[in-house]
């Protein structure tokens, strides 16, 4: 008879294989889908990349729309880590959300070109965008106006000149150099200070 000790021990080493399984096929998605559109991508695809039987990503995940959620849900975990910065460090600030663009942003772009079709597109640009603003309330905490509708309107302000299109725009269809973006980027956001009105 199988002890308990040994069978506690069995138990946790499946679920940990398990989950070697789930986060490696969660890798092969997004890579896949970082570089391609969603609908191009099939199960097939990511189970050779990721080594597995589609059926192993059927019984992780559901199917094709609860793995696009598994993506975005590890990538908006991983973008939170990535995104610590100190409260009000304007340069400290934009060098880490840079840090995340330069890694992410093209694939950010490209999912969100796709959420008026792709249902699981659409959730997650949706999350996304709260998170992003979630981190701008953070990080912008010194700044921002207590309530209402000033700090609505300078919250849109912030969003706007940090939004990952604003990052498209300058890196890839105009061609700045990385550090001639963050300048940019950074001046923006000194421009923007919701605390100039009241020494003006």
Request: glycine residues 6%; negative net charge; aromatic residues 6%.
């Amino acid at each position: 008879m199988e002890s308990k000790d040994r069978r506690s021990y069995r138990m946790g080493a499946r679920a940990a294989a398990l989950e070697v399984t789930r986060a490696r096929v969660i890798d092969a998605a997004a890579g896949l889908w970082s570089q391609r559109w969603h609908d191009e991508v099939t199960l097939q695809h990511i189970a050779e990349a990721a080594g597995v039987s589609v059926q192993t990503i059927v019984n992780h995940f559901g199917g094709k729309d609860g793995l696009s959620d598994a993506v975005a849900d590890a990538v908006a975990a991983q973008t939170e880590l990535a995104r610590q910065a100190p409260t009000g460090d304007v340069r400290a600030i934009v060098a880490v959300l840079f840090a995340d663009y330069e890694q992410q942003g093209d694939a950010n772009v490209l999912w969100i070109a796709q959420m008026d079709r792709i249902p699981s597109a659409a959730r997650a640009a949706a999350h996304a965008r709260g998170l992003h603003r979630a981190w701008l309330e953070r990080v912008f905490a010194d700044r921002l106006p207590a309530d209402g509708p000033a700090r609505e309107h300078a919250l849109n302000l912030h969003y706007a000149a940090t939004d990952v299109y604003l990052w498209k725009l300058w890196r890839r269809d105009l061609g700045l150099s990385r550090e001639d973006a963050e300048r940019a980027m950074r001046d923006l956001l000194t421009a923007i200070d919701p605390r100039k009105e009241h020494h003006a």
